[in-house]
Protein backbone atom coordinates (compact mmCIF):
# COMPACT_ATOMS: atom_id res chain seq x y z
CA UNK A 1 0.00 0.00 0.00
CA UNK A 2 2.97 2.24 0.65
CA UNK A 3 2.83 3.15 -3.96
CA UNK A 4 -0.96 3.86 -3.31
CA UNK A 5 0.34 7.10 -0.56
CA UNK A 6 3.07 7.85 -3.32
CA UNK A 7 0.16 7.90 -5.67
CA UNK A 8 -1.86 10.29 -3.54
CA UNK A 9 1.29 12.57 -3.00
CA UNK A 10 1.74 12.37 -6.23
CA UNK A 11 -1.45 13.37 -7.40
CA UNK A 12 -1.98 16.53 -4.98
CA UNK A 13 1.66 18.12 -5.62
CA UNK A 14 1.32 17.23 -9.34
CA UNK A 15 -1.83 19.88 -9.11
CA UNK A 16 0.27 22.11 -6.99
CA UNK A 17 2.81 22.25 -10.18
CA UNK A 18 0.93 22.79 -12.71
CA UNK A 19 -0.94 25.80 -11.18
CA UNK A 20 2.62 26.57 -10.02
CA UNK A 21 3.53 26.75 -14.17
CA UNK A 22 0.70 28.26 -15.04
CA UNK A 23 1.39 31.34 -12.59
CA UNK A 24 5.33 31.78 -13.10
CA UNK A 25 4.17 32.03 -16.89
CA UNK A 26 1.60 34.70 -16.22
CA UNK A 27 4.93 36.69 -13.57
CA UNK A 28 7.76 36.07 -16.25
CA UNK A 29 5.25 38.00 -18.91
CA UNK A 30 3.85 40.26 -16.28
CA UNK A 31 -0.09 39.82 -17.32
CA UNK A 32 -2.80 39.65 -15.62
CA UNK A 33 -5.65 36.76 -15.90
CA UNK A 34 -8.24 36.67 -18.78
CA UNK A 35 -11.12 34.83 -16.12
CA UNK A 36 -11.88 35.36 -12.94
CA UNK A 37 -11.25 30.84 -12.09
CA UNK A 38 -7.88 31.68 -11.26
CA UNK A 39 -6.76 28.33 -10.16
CA UNK A 40 -8.75 26.61 -13.59
CA UNK A 41 -6.71 28.99 -15.66
CA UNK A 42 -3.34 28.65 -14.59
CA UNK A 43 -3.89 24.92 -14.27
CA UNK A 44 -4.94 24.42 -17.72
CA UNK A 45 -2.08 26.76 -18.75
CA UNK A 46 0.37 24.87 -16.36
CA UNK A 47 -1.06 21.32 -18.41
CA UNK A 48 -0.58 23.29 -21.52
CA UNK A 49 2.98 24.47 -21.24
CA UNK A 50 4.14 20.99 -19.91
CA UNK A 51 2.59 19.14 -23.09
CA UNK A 52 4.46 21.69 -25.11
CA UNK A 53 7.59 20.67 -23.28
CA UNK A 54 7.19 16.99 -23.31
CA UNK A 55 6.23 17.47 -27.32
CA UNK A 56 9.46 18.93 -28.19
CA UNK A 57 11.62 17.07 -25.82
CA UNK A 58 10.46 14.05 -27.72
CA UNK A 59 10.95 14.97 -31.29
CA UNK A 60 14.78 14.19 -29.70
CA UNK A 61 14.61 12.02 -26.69
CA UNK A 62 12.11 9.98 -24.33
CA UNK A 63 10.67 11.91 -21.46
CA UNK A 64 11.95 10.05 -18.78
CA UNK A 65 11.43 10.20 -15.12
CA UNK A 66 13.91 12.63 -14.36
CA UNK A 67 13.09 14.85 -16.87
CA UNK A 68 9.45 15.02 -15.09
CA UNK A 69 10.80 15.10 -11.69
CA UNK A 70 12.61 18.49 -13.09
CA UNK A 71 9.16 19.69 -14.32
CA UNK A 72 7.71 18.98 -11.49
CA UNK A 73 10.08 20.65 -8.99
CA UNK A 74 9.98 24.25 -11.05
CA UNK A 75 6.45 24.12 -10.66
CA UNK A 76 6.48 23.49 -6.88
CA UNK A 77 8.78 26.28 -6.73
CA UNK A 78 6.90 28.41 -9.15
CA UNK A 79 3.67 27.64 -6.94
CA UNK A 80 5.10 28.83 -3.30
CA UNK A 81 7.03 31.46 -4.71
CA UNK A 82 4.51 33.30 -5.91
CA UNK A 83 1.45 32.26 -4.36
CA UNK A 84 0.45 34.88 -1.74
CA UNK A 85 1.92 33.27 1.71
CA UNK A 86 -0.76 35.34 3.52
CA UNK A 87 -3.37 33.39 1.71
CA UNK A 88 -1.94 29.70 1.95
CA UNK A 89 -2.47 27.64 4.92
CA UNK A 90 -3.50 24.47 5.69
CA UNK A 91 -7.04 26.07 6.63
CA UNK A 92 -7.49 27.88 3.89
CA UNK A 93 -7.13 24.84 1.56
CA UNK A 94 -8.84 22.38 3.21
CA UNK A 95 -11.76 22.63 0.83
CA UNK A 96 -9.41 21.62 -2.02
CA UNK A 97 -7.78 18.72 0.29
CA UNK A 98 -10.70 17.35 1.04
CA UNK A 99 -12.24 17.83 -3.10
CA UNK A 100 -8.71 16.11 -4.03
CA UNK A 101 -8.98 13.20 -1.73
CA UNK A 102 -12.59 12.50 -2.84
CA UNK A 103 -11.32 12.42 -6.57
CA UNK A 104 -8.27 10.44 -5.46
CA UNK A 105 -10.60 7.91 -4.24
CA UNK A 106 -12.55 8.00 -7.27
CA UNK A 107 -9.40 7.09 -9.19
CA UNK A 108 -8.48 4.04 -6.95
CA UNK A 109 -11.54 2.46 -6.62
CA UNK A 110 -13.51 3.09 -9.81
CA UNK A 111 -11.04 1.47 -11.94
CA UNK A 112 -12.11 -0.63 -14.72
CA UNK A 113 -9.85 -1.46 -17.65
CA UNK A 114 -11.25 0.49 -20.36
CA UNK A 115 -10.64 -1.01 -23.90
CA UNK A 116 -8.77 1.48 -25.72
CA UNK A 117 -6.56 2.61 -22.38
CA UNK A 118 -5.04 -0.68 -22.75
CA UNK A 119 -5.07 -1.47 -26.33
CA UNK A 120 -3.18 1.81 -27.47
CA UNK A 121 -3.05 4.76 -25.03
CA UNK A 122 -0.96 2.92 -22.56
CA UNK A 123 1.26 1.54 -25.08
CA UNK A 124 1.33 5.28 -26.69
CA UNK A 125 2.23 6.84 -23.35
CA UNK A 126 4.84 4.25 -22.96
CA UNK A 127 6.55 5.09 -26.16
CA UNK A 128 6.62 9.16 -25.54
CA UNK A 129 8.24 8.06 -22.09
CA UNK A 130 11.15 5.14 -23.73
CA UNK A 131 12.40 7.23 -26.64
CA UNK A 132 12.45 9.91 -29.60
CA UNK A 133 9.63 9.32 -31.32
CA UNK A 134 9.88 6.87 -34.29
CA UNK A 135 9.21 7.69 -37.90
CA UNK A 136 6.14 5.28 -38.82
CA UNK A 137 4.73 3.84 -35.62
CA UNK A 138 1.21 3.33 -36.77
CA UNK A 139 2.85 1.13 -39.14
CA UNK A 140 3.51 -1.38 -35.87
CA UNK A 141 -0.16 -0.75 -34.86
CA UNK A 142 -1.92 1.24 -36.74
CA UNK A 143 -4.26 2.95 -33.81
CA UNK A 144 -1.01 4.66 -32.43
CA UNK A 145 -1.06 6.71 -35.25
CA UNK A 146 -4.13 8.39 -33.67
CA UNK A 147 -3.05 11.60 -33.55
CA UNK A 148 -3.18 13.74 -29.68
CA UNK A 149 -1.57 16.18 -27.68
CA UNK A 150 -2.82 14.77 -24.06
CA UNK A 151 -0.61 12.02 -24.37
CA UNK A 152 2.19 14.23 -23.90
CA UNK A 153 1.01 15.37 -20.40
CA UNK A 154 0.30 11.49 -19.43
CA UNK A 155 3.82 11.27 -20.26
CA UNK A 156 5.17 13.50 -17.70
CA UNK A 157 2.82 12.82 -15.26
CA UNK A 158 1.92 9.05 -15.11
CA UNK A 159 5.60 8.55 -14.41
CA UNK A 160 4.73 6.46 -11.30
CA UNK A 161 2.54 4.13 -13.18
CA UNK A 162 5.56 2.78 -15.06
CA UNK A 163 7.39 3.05 -11.65
CA UNK A 164 5.58 1.06 -9.41
CA UNK A 165 3.70 -1.09 -12.18
CA UNK A 166 0.64 0.07 -11.25
CA UNK A 167 -2.24 1.96 -13.75
CA UNK A 168 -3.42 5.09 -11.01
CA UNK A 169 -3.64 7.01 -14.15
CA UNK A 170 -4.25 10.73 -12.13
CA UNK A 171 -3.83 13.09 -15.33
CA UNK A 172 -8.06 12.77 -15.73
CA UNK A 173 -8.38 13.45 -12.15
CA UNK A 174 -6.23 16.58 -12.19
CA UNK A 175 -8.39 17.79 -14.94
CA UNK A 176 -11.35 17.37 -12.81
CA UNK A 177 -9.99 18.75 -9.76
CA UNK A 178 -9.10 22.18 -11.83
CA UNK A 179 -13.03 21.45 -12.86
CA UNK A 180 -14.13 21.40 -9.52
CA UNK A 181 -12.08 24.58 -8.35
CA UNK A 182 -14.84 26.53 -10.88
CA UNK A 183 -17.55 25.16 -8.98
CA UNK A 184 -15.94 25.50 -5.20
CA UNK A 185 -15.58 29.40 -6.74
CA UNK A 186 -19.05 29.93 -7.89
CA UNK A 187 -20.30 28.59 -4.59
CA UNK A 188 -18.10 30.51 -2.31
CA UNK A 189 -18.73 33.71 -4.05
CA UNK A 190 -22.71 33.33 -4.25
CA UNK A 191 -23.58 30.44 -1.37
CA UNK A 192 -25.66 32.55 0.78
CA UNK A 193 -25.70 31.19 4.45
CA UNK A 194 -28.43 31.46 6.63
CA UNK A 195 -29.01 29.95 9.55
CA UNK A 196 -32.63 30.07 9.57
CA UNK A 197 -33.52 28.93 6.11
CA UNK A 198 -33.71 25.52 4.73
CA UNK A 199 -31.22 23.66 2.58
CA UNK A 200 -33.52 24.02 -0.21
CA UNK A 201 -33.85 27.78 0.36
CA UNK A 202 -30.76 28.34 0.73
CA UNK A 203 -30.24 27.03 -2.87
CA UNK A 204 -33.28 28.81 -4.22
CA UNK A 205 -31.57 32.14 -2.38
CA UNK A 206 -28.07 31.54 -4.13
CA UNK A 207 -29.69 30.10 -7.59
CA UNK A 208 -31.47 33.86 -7.91
CA UNK A 209 -27.81 35.68 -8.24
CA UNK A 210 -26.21 33.19 -10.22
CA UNK A 211 -25.68 34.22 -13.98
CA UNK A 212 -26.61 31.63 -16.77
CA UNK A 213 -22.80 30.59 -16.92
CA UNK A 214 -22.67 29.99 -13.58
CA UNK A 215 -25.65 28.24 -12.99
CA UNK A 216 -24.54 26.16 -16.48
CA UNK A 217 -21.63 25.04 -14.74
CA UNK A 218 -23.68 24.26 -11.62
CA UNK A 219 -26.00 21.85 -13.67
CA UNK A 220 -23.25 20.30 -15.67
CA UNK A 221 -22.15 18.66 -12.11
CA UNK A 222 -24.40 15.95 -13.06
CA UNK A 223 -23.38 14.77 -16.61
CA UNK A 224 -19.50 15.31 -15.13
CA UNK A 225 -19.93 12.94 -12.30
CA UNK A 226 -21.39 10.25 -14.69
CA UNK A 227 -18.92 10.08 -17.04
CA UNK A 228 -15.97 10.64 -14.13
CA UNK A 229 -17.48 7.19 -13.39
CA UNK A 230 -16.31 5.88 -16.64
CA UNK A 231 -12.78 7.65 -17.49
CA UNK A 232 -12.13 9.02 -14.46
CA UNK A 233 -9.28 6.15 -14.22
CA UNK A 234 -8.10 5.19 -17.03
CA UNK A 235 -6.24 7.75 -19.73
CA UNK A 236 -8.82 8.43 -22.59
CA UNK A 237 -8.56 11.93 -23.91
CA UNK A 238 -12.09 11.82 -24.21
CA UNK A 239 -12.68 12.71 -20.81
CA UNK A 240 -10.37 15.93 -21.42
CA UNK A 241 -12.28 17.05 -24.04
CA UNK A 242 -15.65 16.48 -22.78
CA UNK A 243 -14.39 18.93 -19.86
CA UNK A 244 -13.33 21.61 -22.18
CA UNK A 245 -16.31 21.35 -24.10
CA UNK A 246 -18.41 22.16 -21.39
CA UNK A 247 -15.95 24.66 -20.15
CA UNK A 248 -16.19 26.36 -23.20
CA UNK A 249 -19.47 27.02 -23.94
CA UNK A 250 -20.03 28.28 -19.97
CA UNK A 251 -17.57 30.65 -20.18
CA UNK A 252 -19.04 31.85 -24.02
CA UNK A 253 -22.65 32.08 -21.77
CA UNK A 254 -20.89 34.53 -19.68
CA UNK A 255 -19.03 36.50 -22.20
CA UNK A 256 -22.85 37.63 -23.37
CA UNK A 257 -23.90 39.22 -20.01
CA UNK A 258 -21.44 39.50 -17.45
CA UNK A 259 -17.88 41.74 -17.12
CA UNK A 260 -15.92 39.31 -15.61
CA UNK A 261 -14.22 41.69 -12.92
CA UNK A 262 -13.67 44.72 -15.43
CA UNK A 263 -11.34 41.71 -17.93
CA UNK A 264 -12.46 42.93 -21.33
CA UNK A 265 -14.62 40.56 -23.57
CA UNK A 266 -11.48 40.51 -25.98
CA UNK A 267 -9.09 38.29 -23.52
CA UNK A 268 -12.24 36.31 -22.46
CA UNK A 269 -12.47 35.51 -26.45
CA UNK A 270 -8.59 34.82 -26.25
CA UNK A 271 -9.11 32.61 -23.25
CA UNK A 272 -12.13 31.22 -25.15
CA UNK A 273 -9.78 30.76 -28.22
CA UNK A 274 -6.65 28.95 -26.42
CA UNK A 275 -9.25 26.54 -24.88
CA UNK A 276 -10.87 25.34 -28.43
CA UNK A 277 -7.48 24.71 -30.19
CA UNK A 278 -6.30 23.41 -27.06
CA UNK A 279 -9.11 20.80 -27.48
CA UNK A 280 -8.87 20.36 -31.27
CA UNK A 281 -4.90 19.50 -30.86
CA UNK A 282 -6.48 16.38 -28.15
CA UNK A 283 -9.30 15.11 -30.77
CA UNK A 284 -9.91 16.68 -34.16
CA UNK A 285 -13.18 15.68 -33.96
CA UNK A 286 -13.92 18.98 -32.38
CA UNK A 287 -13.32 21.19 -35.42
CA UNK A 288 -16.65 22.50 -35.61
CA UNK A 289 -15.69 25.05 -32.41
CA UNK A 290 -13.61 26.44 -34.97
CA UNK A 291 -16.07 27.82 -36.65
CA UNK A 292 -18.09 28.49 -33.45
CA UNK A 293 -14.99 30.82 -32.56
CA UNK A 294 -15.17 32.49 -36.19
CA UNK A 295 -18.46 33.60 -35.40
CA UNK A 296 -18.30 34.94 -32.35
CA UNK A 297 -15.61 37.21 -33.26
CA UNK A 298 -17.74 38.38 -36.11
CA UNK A 299 -20.85 39.09 -34.04
CA UNK A 300 -19.14 40.93 -31.93
CA UNK A 301 -17.24 42.99 -34.77
CA UNK A 302 -20.51 43.43 -36.45
CA UNK A 303 -23.23 44.38 -34.00
CA UNK A 304 -20.59 45.87 -31.40
CA UNK A 305 -18.39 48.25 -33.25
CA UNK A 306 -17.85 50.97 -29.96
CA UNK A 307 -16.40 48.21 -28.23
CA UNK A 308 -14.79 46.60 -31.06
CA UNK A 309 -12.88 50.10 -31.83
CA UNK A 310 -12.40 50.37 -27.81
CA UNK A 311 -10.94 46.95 -27.47
CA UNK A 312 -8.48 47.14 -30.20
CA UNK A 313 -7.33 49.73 -29.13
CA UNK A 314 -6.37 47.86 -25.63
CA UNK A 315 -3.84 46.11 -28.04
CA UNK A 316 -1.72 49.25 -27.57
CA UNK A 317 -1.13 48.57 -24.19
CA UNK A 318 2.37 46.27 -23.90
CA UNK A 319 0.36 44.34 -21.19
CA UNK A 320 -2.21 43.53 -23.30
CA UNK A 321 0.06 42.56 -26.65
CA UNK A 322 2.16 40.60 -24.09
CA UNK A 323 -0.84 38.28 -23.15
CA UNK A 324 -2.01 38.22 -27.09
CA UNK A 325 1.46 36.78 -28.16
CA UNK A 326 1.72 34.13 -24.71
CA UNK A 327 -1.52 33.25 -26.00
CA UNK A 328 -0.90 33.04 -30.08
CA UNK A 329 2.30 31.17 -29.29
CA UNK A 330 0.91 28.70 -26.94
CA UNK A 331 -1.83 27.75 -29.30
CA UNK A 332 0.94 27.95 -32.20
CA UNK A 333 3.04 25.95 -30.22
CA UNK A 334 0.41 23.02 -29.72
CA UNK A 335 -0.96 23.06 -33.40
CA UNK A 336 3.07 22.79 -34.83
CA UNK A 337 3.37 19.87 -32.12
CA UNK A 338 0.28 18.20 -33.01
CA UNK A 339 1.16 18.55 -36.92
CA UNK A 340 4.51 17.36 -36.87
CA UNK A 341 4.08 14.10 -34.17
CA UNK A 342 1.24 12.88 -37.08
CA UNK A 343 3.31 13.10 -39.60
CA UNK A 344 6.19 11.27 -38.01
CA UNK A 345 4.05 8.83 -36.61
CA UNK A 346 1.82 7.96 -39.72
CA UNK A 347 2.79 10.55 -42.48
CA UNK A 348 -0.88 12.12 -41.91
CA UNK A 349 -1.27 14.55 -39.20
CA UNK A 350 -4.89 13.47 -39.14
CA UNK A 351 -4.72 9.94 -39.49
CA UNK A 352 -7.22 7.70 -40.31
CA UNK A 353 -8.90 10.46 -42.14
CA UNK A 354 -7.87 10.69 -46.12
CA UNK A 355 -6.82 14.17 -46.33
CA UNK A 356 -6.50 16.20 -49.47
CA UNK A 357 -2.76 16.65 -49.03
CA UNK A 358 -0.49 13.59 -49.34
CA UNK A 359 2.92 13.53 -48.25
CA UNK A 360 5.27 10.60 -50.39
CA UNK A 361 7.47 9.75 -47.19
CA UNK A 362 9.03 6.45 -46.53
CA UNK A 363 6.95 5.44 -43.43
CA UNK A 364 3.65 6.59 -44.68
CA UNK A 365 0.76 4.04 -43.65
CA UNK A 366 -0.39 2.17 -46.57
CA UNK A 367 -3.77 3.44 -48.08
CA UNK A 368 -5.10 -0.26 -47.60
CA UNK A 369 -4.22 0.23 -43.80
CA UNK A 370 -5.68 3.26 -43.46
CA UNK A 371 -8.70 2.89 -44.99
CA UNK A 372 -9.42 -0.09 -42.78
CA UNK A 373 -8.28 1.68 -39.72
CA UNK A 374 -10.99 4.58 -40.32
CA UNK A 375 -13.85 1.59 -40.94
CA UNK A 376 -13.26 0.36 -37.61
CA UNK A 377 -13.79 3.55 -35.98
CA UNK A 378 -17.18 4.42 -37.91
CA UNK A 379 -18.25 0.83 -38.37
CA UNK A 380 -18.56 -0.04 -34.83
CA UNK A 381 -19.70 3.62 -33.75
CA UNK A 382 -22.76 3.32 -35.86
CA UNK A 383 -23.48 -0.48 -35.47
CA UNK A 384 -23.33 0.02 -31.83
CA UNK A 385 -23.89 -3.82 -30.32
CA UNK A 386 -24.98 -4.83 -33.94
CA UNK A 387 -22.94 -7.00 -36.22
CA UNK A 388 -25.14 -6.46 -39.16
CA UNK A 389 -22.92 -4.71 -41.85
CA UNK A 390 -25.72 -4.60 -44.44
CA UNK A 391 -27.53 -2.59 -42.03
CA UNK A 392 -24.61 0.13 -43.26
CA UNK A 393 -26.02 1.10 -46.60
CA UNK A 394 -28.85 3.98 -46.98
CA UNK A 395 -28.82 5.24 -43.67
CA UNK A 396 -30.53 1.90 -42.10
CA UNK A 397 -28.52 1.83 -38.93
CA UNK A 398 -30.25 5.14 -37.82
CA UNK A 399 -33.05 3.25 -36.56
CA UNK A 400 -31.07 0.44 -34.71
CA UNK A 401 -28.77 2.87 -32.96
CA UNK A 402 -30.99 4.95 -31.59
CA UNK A 403 -33.06 2.64 -29.98
CA UNK A 404 -29.15 1.02 -28.39
CA UNK A 405 -27.86 5.03 -28.07
CA UNK A 406 -31.37 5.25 -25.87
CA UNK A 407 -31.11 1.99 -23.37
CA UNK A 408 -26.96 2.93 -22.69
CA UNK A 409 -27.49 6.65 -21.78
CA UNK A 410 -30.64 7.05 -19.52
CA UNK A 411 -28.50 9.27 -17.77
CA UNK A 412 -28.64 11.71 -21.08
CA UNK A 413 -32.06 11.01 -21.63
CA UNK A 414 -33.01 12.13 -18.09
CA UNK A 415 -31.17 15.27 -18.68
CA UNK A 416 -33.19 16.03 -22.16
CA UNK A 417 -37.01 14.86 -20.10
CA UNK A 418 -35.95 17.63 -17.40
CA UNK A 419 -34.36 19.97 -20.85
CA UNK A 420 -38.17 19.62 -21.66
CA UNK A 421 -40.01 20.57 -19.10
CA UNK A 422 -38.08 23.80 -18.52
CA UNK A 423 -38.67 24.70 -21.85
CA UNK A 424 -42.31 23.90 -21.54
CA UNK A 425 -42.45 26.44 -18.41
CA UNK A 426 -40.35 29.21 -20.02
CA UNK A 427 -42.86 29.44 -22.81
CA UNK A 428 -45.46 29.36 -20.50
CA UNK A 429 -43.69 32.11 -18.49
CA UNK A 430 -42.30 34.35 -20.74
CA UNK A 431 -42.33 35.65 -24.37
CA UNK A 432 -40.14 33.86 -26.97
CA UNK A 433 -37.53 35.26 -29.13
CA UNK A 434 -39.05 37.87 -31.45
CA UNK A 435 -37.47 37.31 -34.63
CA UNK A 436 -37.94 40.43 -36.24
CA UNK A 437 -36.24 42.28 -33.62
CA UNK A 438 -33.01 40.66 -32.74
CA UNK A 439 -29.43 42.07 -30.53
CA UNK A 440 -26.33 41.23 -30.08
CA UNK A 441 -27.43 39.32 -26.81
CA UNK A 442 -30.24 36.94 -28.90
CA UNK A 443 -27.93 36.52 -31.73
CA UNK A 444 -24.93 35.08 -29.56
CA UNK A 445 -27.44 32.96 -28.22
CA UNK A 446 -28.85 31.56 -31.46
CA UNK A 447 -25.04 31.11 -32.67
CA UNK A 448 -24.11 29.08 -29.51
CA UNK A 449 -28.04 27.18 -30.16
CA UNK A 450 -27.54 26.34 -33.93
CA UNK A 451 -23.05 25.32 -32.88
CA UNK A 452 -24.42 22.99 -30.59
CA UNK A 453 -26.76 21.35 -33.20
CA UNK A 454 -24.06 21.77 -36.21
CA UNK A 455 -21.26 19.93 -33.76
CA UNK A 456 -23.66 17.05 -32.74
CA UNK A 457 -24.41 16.74 -36.59
CA UNK A 458 -21.24 16.35 -37.80
CA UNK A 459 -20.34 14.18 -35.34
CA UNK A 460 -23.27 11.76 -35.88
CA UNK A 461 -22.44 11.83 -39.50
CA UNK A 462 -18.75 10.93 -38.86
CA UNK A 463 -18.54 8.66 -35.81
CA UNK A 464 -21.84 8.48 -33.63
CA UNK A 465 -19.83 6.84 -30.81
CA UNK A 466 -21.55 8.88 -27.60
CA UNK A 467 -17.93 9.45 -26.05
CA UNK A 468 -16.99 11.23 -29.34
CA UNK A 469 -19.32 13.42 -28.30
CA UNK A 470 -20.40 13.69 -24.84
CA UNK A 471 -19.66 17.47 -24.49
CA UNK A 472 -21.82 18.63 -27.28
CA UNK A 473 -24.45 15.79 -26.19
CA UNK A 474 -24.99 17.40 -22.71
CA UNK A 475 -23.95 20.94 -23.47
CA UNK A 476 -27.27 21.39 -25.10
CA UNK A 477 -29.75 20.35 -22.80
CA UNK A 478 -27.80 22.54 -20.27
CA UNK A 479 -27.79 25.59 -22.52
CA UNK A 480 -31.87 24.83 -23.25
CA UNK A 481 -32.45 24.89 -19.29
CA UNK A 482 -30.36 27.94 -18.54
CA UNK A 483 -31.92 29.90 -21.75
CA UNK A 484 -34.38 31.88 -20.51
CA UNK A 485 -31.69 34.06 -18.02
CA UNK A 486 -28.77 34.14 -21.06
CA UNK A 487 -28.34 37.77 -21.28
CA UNK A 488 -31.09 38.99 -18.28
CA UNK A 489 -30.21 40.76 -15.20
CA UNK A 490 -29.89 39.23 -11.95
CA UNK A 491 -32.04 38.53 -9.49
CA UNK A 492 -33.18 35.78 -11.98
CA UNK A 493 -37.48 34.99 -12.24
CA UNK A 494 -38.86 33.18 -9.32
CA UNK A 495 -40.60 30.58 -11.69
CA UNK A 496 -36.81 29.91 -13.13
CA UNK A 497 -35.54 29.41 -9.55
CA UNK A 498 -37.85 27.32 -8.43
CA UNK A 499 -37.63 25.06 -11.25
CA UNK A 500 -33.57 24.67 -11.56
CA UNK A 501 -33.49 24.03 -7.79
CA UNK A 502 -36.33 21.24 -7.94
CA UNK A 503 -33.75 20.10 -11.49
CA UNK A 504 -30.89 20.37 -9.12
CA UNK A 505 -32.40 18.15 -6.16
CA UNK A 506 -33.35 15.92 -8.65
CA UNK A 507 -29.65 15.36 -10.24
CA UNK A 508 -28.17 15.35 -6.46
CA UNK A 509 -30.74 12.43 -5.67
CA UNK A 510 -29.46 11.08 -9.22
CA UNK A 511 -26.18 10.99 -8.77
CA UNK A 512 -25.94 9.57 -5.17
CA UNK A 513 -27.73 6.45 -6.67
CA UNK A 514 -25.41 6.24 -9.53
CA UNK A 515 -22.21 6.64 -7.26
CA UNK A 516 -23.99 3.51 -5.24
CA UNK A 517 -24.28 1.95 -8.78
CA UNK A 518 -20.76 2.21 -9.19
CA UNK A 519 -19.66 0.75 -6.19
CA UNK A 520 -21.79 -2.26 -6.49
CA UNK A 521 -20.97 -2.61 -10.38
CA UNK A 522 -16.90 -2.40 -9.38
CA UNK A 523 -16.47 -2.46 -6.17
CA UNK A 524 -13.49 -1.54 -4.41
CA UNK A 525 -11.18 -3.15 -6.21
CA UNK A 526 -6.81 -1.91 -6.28
CA UNK A 527 -5.91 -1.10 -9.57
CA UNK A 528 -3.63 -3.86 -11.70
CA UNK A 529 -2.57 -4.97 -14.88
CA UNK A 530 -4.53 -7.21 -16.56
CA UNK A 531 -3.22 -10.53 -17.84
CA UNK A 532 -2.16 -10.32 -21.10
CA UNK A 533 -0.69 -13.23 -23.29
CA UNK A 534 1.31 -12.60 -25.72
CA UNK A 535 4.79 -14.46 -27.88
CA UNK A 536 8.09 -13.18 -28.95
CA UNK A 537 7.88 -13.09 -33.58
CA UNK A 538 9.94 -11.80 -35.86
CA UNK A 539 9.39 -9.01 -38.48
CA UNK A 540 10.29 -8.83 -42.08
CA UNK A 541 13.94 -7.89 -41.56
CA UNK A 542 14.30 -10.32 -38.75
CA UNK A 543 13.70 -7.60 -35.44
CA UNK A 544 11.95 -9.31 -32.60
CA UNK A 545 8.28 -8.38 -31.94
CA UNK A 546 5.85 -8.86 -28.89
CA UNK A 547 2.41 -10.50 -30.21
CA UNK A 548 -0.57 -9.77 -28.38
CA UNK A 549 -2.74 -13.00 -28.02
CA UNK A 550 -5.24 -11.07 -25.94
CA UNK A 551 -7.38 -9.41 -29.03
CA UNK A 552 -6.56 -5.99 -29.00
CA UNK A 553 -4.91 -5.37 -25.18
CA UNK A 554 -1.43 -4.93 -24.47
CA UNK A 555 -1.04 -2.90 -21.93
CA UNK A 556 2.40 -3.15 -19.86
CA UNK A 557 4.05 -6.05 -22.82
CA UNK A 558 7.58 -4.76 -23.47
CA UNK A 559 8.51 -2.96 -26.76
CA UNK A 560 8.53 -3.18 -29.60
CA UNK A 561 4.35 -4.74 -29.09
CA UNK A 562 1.13 -5.04 -31.48
CA UNK A 563 -1.92 -6.87 -31.61
CA UNK A 564 -1.94 -7.15 -35.65
CA UNK A 565 -0.55 -9.96 -36.85
CA UNK A 566 1.29 -8.28 -40.11
CA UNK A 567 4.14 -8.09 -38.04
CA UNK A 568 5.94 -10.24 -40.43
CA UNK A 569 5.58 -7.87 -42.70
CA UNK A 570 6.74 -5.20 -41.35
CA UNK A 571 10.64 -3.46 -41.29
CA UNK A 572 12.08 -2.22 -38.28
CA UNK A 573 15.18 -0.21 -38.19
CA UNK A 574 17.26 1.16 -35.48
CA UNK A 575 18.97 3.99 -34.55
CA UNK A 576 22.44 4.24 -34.23
CA UNK A 577 24.48 2.38 -31.33
CA UNK A 578 21.30 0.35 -30.87
CA UNK A 579 19.30 3.10 -28.66
CA UNK A 580 15.87 2.95 -29.38
CA UNK A 581 14.23 2.16 -32.68
CA UNK A 582 14.14 4.80 -35.98
CA UNK A 583 11.63 3.43 -38.12
CA UNK A 584 8.73 1.52 -39.06
CA UNK A 585 7.43 0.87 -42.70
CA UNK A 586 6.34 -2.11 -44.54
CA UNK A 587 7.54 -4.52 -46.87
CA UNK A 588 5.12 -3.31 -49.59
CA UNK A 589 5.78 -6.71 -51.81
CA UNK A 590 4.77 -9.01 -48.13
CA UNK A 591 1.95 -6.68 -48.14
CA UNK A 592 0.67 -7.01 -51.47
CA UNK A 593 0.88 -10.88 -50.78
Same mark, same amino acid.
Given at each position: ?105 ? %? +??? *??? /??? !? &????? $? =? ?45 IMNGMLLFLYSSVIISIFNHSFKDNKNMSCFEKIQTTFQ ?8 ? %? +??? *??? /??? !? &????? $? =? ?358
Amino acid at each position: MLDILFFYLWFFLWIIAVIGIGKSIYKLFNIKNLIEYQQFEFGIVGIAIIIIIVGFVNFWDGFSLTCSLILFLCGLSGFFFFYPRKKFSLNSIKKEIFLGSIIFCA %I +LTW *FHP /IHD !T &GGYHF $T =AINWIITQQIPFGLANLYSRLGFNTTWFLGEACFEQLVFFFHRPLFIMNGMLLFLYSSVIISIFNHSFKDNKNMSCFEKIQTTFQYLTAGEMFL %I +LSI *FPV /ILM !T &GYFIS $T =ASPDFPVFILIIMIFAFSIQLINKKLSGISWYNQILFIGFLIFFVLSIKTSSIPLVFFLVGLIFIKAIFNKNGLKNNFHTLKNFSHTKTTFLFFAIIASLIVIFLLRGLILSGNPLFPMNTPIQFNLPWNVPKEITIETMNEVIIPARLYTNNDLSLLSDMKWVFPWSIVFIKKNITLLVIWMTTIVSIITFLINERPLNIKRLNIIEIQKILIFFSLIIALVFWFFSAPDPRFGYGFLYALPLFLIVFPIVGKEQPNPRWFVNLISRILCFYLVMVGLLIIAMFVIWGFTIPHYPDISYSLEKSANDELIFFSHSWDQIWDMPLPNTPEDIYSKIIIEKNPNNKGYHMFSFNNSLLRS
